[in-house]
């Protein structure tokens, strides 16, 4: 197995790995421990794009200048915002690049799904918008229909390769 075919199995196993993760997660109920910045809110420190890694978080380990993502008080959209002030009934929030606390403030700390670990993977590399673009987040619809036009490419050629190895199997002589 040359370099090339190994890096290429490596980085395969990897995505796999990755995709298999989240695929449980998701299934699970559970909030995928990579999040995508949606907006730049967060600037210059979280960037759109960037994919950022999250833990698990309990209420009482959390304080002022945490990075935290929770769901926004009647809705089940992700915020990725900073604590700037803790309470009994929740903590109370700020984008870094906004004027102000956010306006449904008090978050219950029920709502808190995690703190962000400080890794990221950087808008650059074109991860964090590709992710944005498959799930219709930007430029909607393309990239769902670039993802299903992909998956019954996908199919066509798998059935092509089936009915192909069918019929030279057909045609082979017997032997005996």
């Known amino acids: 197995m040359s370099r090339g075919d190994a890096f290429f199995l490596f980085v395969t196993i990897l995505l796999l790995c990755l995709l298999v993760t989240a695929l449980t997660y998701r299934l699970s109920g559970r909030v995928v421990p990579f999040l995508v910045v949606?907006?730049?809110s967060m600037y210059p420190v979280l960037k759109?794009?960037?994919?950022?890694?999250?833990?698990?978080?309990?209420?009482e380990d959390l304080k002022v200048g945490d990075v935290i993502v929770y769901y926004k008080p009647g809705t089940d959209q992700l915020i990725v915002h900073r604590i700037v002030k803790k309470t009994q009934s929740g903590v109370y929030t700020?984008?870094?690049?906004?004027?102000?606390?956010d306006i449904w403030c008090p978050i219950p700390y029920e709502n808190v799904v995690g703190r962000w670990s400080g890794l990221k993977i950087p808008y650059w590399?074109?991860?964090g918008y590709l992710s944005l673009f498959l799930n219709g987040?930007?430029?909607p619809p393309f990239g769902p229909i670039l993802l299903l036009c992909l998956i019954i490419l996908n199919i066509i050629l798998i059935v092509k390769d089936l009915v192909e190895n069918w019929r030279s199997g057909e045609e082979s002589?017997?032997?005996t």
């Open 48 to 59: 759109v794009g960037d994919v950022i890694v999250i833990n698990g978080v309990k209420p």
């Open 173 to 175: 002589p017997q032997q």
């Open 125 to 127: 590399l074109g991860i």
């Open 38 to 40: 949606k907006s730049g």
């Open 94 to 101: 700020k984008g870094d690049a906004n004027p102000g606390i």
């Open 137 to 139: 987040e930007i430029y």
